[in-house]
């Protein structure tokens, strides 16, 4: 669920920037932020990466009881539900100063795209998005929230993905449904109850 929702995104964001550019080229790619080698970000590209999970606990499904067509009550563990943390970062780096698409103000140009496009659409479900229904049908909503840190948070954020500084906007994604199939037990419903009242001898 979580690779079909990052994946979603990826290229939702580049058919964007497709029409924004009014090129047939991806410019994002699903990717660790860096690698062993350094920067694993591709040049001349923006990087989406997953950064965080957070189990979603304000609306925590507590019943597990659930009833089938069959009329049979099946017990399974309450669904889980996730927020996802994602990471678009700018590599452009002006490392091909004769190149005007390899440039700081490009980067900060595509990201500005991207901020545009959830700004635009931060809400994804089956009705606004069929290409969702039709690719994702597990996926029934996304929703995008611009996530703020401060400086010392930028700081040892970065620090903790061992690379430097790159121009980056992160956003929170709510909520990613995961539910196992797997039974627990399962039983016929209760649809009576009788009570048997004794009377005391006097």
Known sequence: MI?????????????Y???????????V?????????GLAIPDKALGLSLVNIEEEKVFKEQSAAFINGNGTVE????????NLYILISAN???????????????GLKQLSYVISFFQSKNVFTHDNTPVLAAEEPK??????????????QM???????????LPSVLYKVRL?????????SDALPIEEIDILAKNKET
Do not use: C, M
């Open 3 to 15: 690779h079909s929702t990052l994946r979603f995104l990826t290229r939702s964001i580049n058919d």
């Open 17 to 27: 920037l497709k029409i924004k550019n009014s090129l047939d080229e991806d410019k």
């Open 29 to 37: 790619f699903l990717t660790h932020v860096s690698g062993e080698a």
């Open 75 to 82: 017990y399974r563990n309450p669904e889980l539900k996730l």
């Open 92 to 106: 452009y780096q002006n490392q091909n100063l004769n190149d005007p698409s390899d440039d700081y103000y490009e």
């Open 139 to 152: 996926i029934k909503k996304l929703i995008l929230e611009l996530y703020s840190y401060s400086f010392e």
């Open 155 to 165: 700081y040892n954020f970065w620090s903790v993905l061992g690379t430097k500084y």
């Open 176 to 184: 990613i449904t995961i539910q196992e199939e797997e039974l627990i």
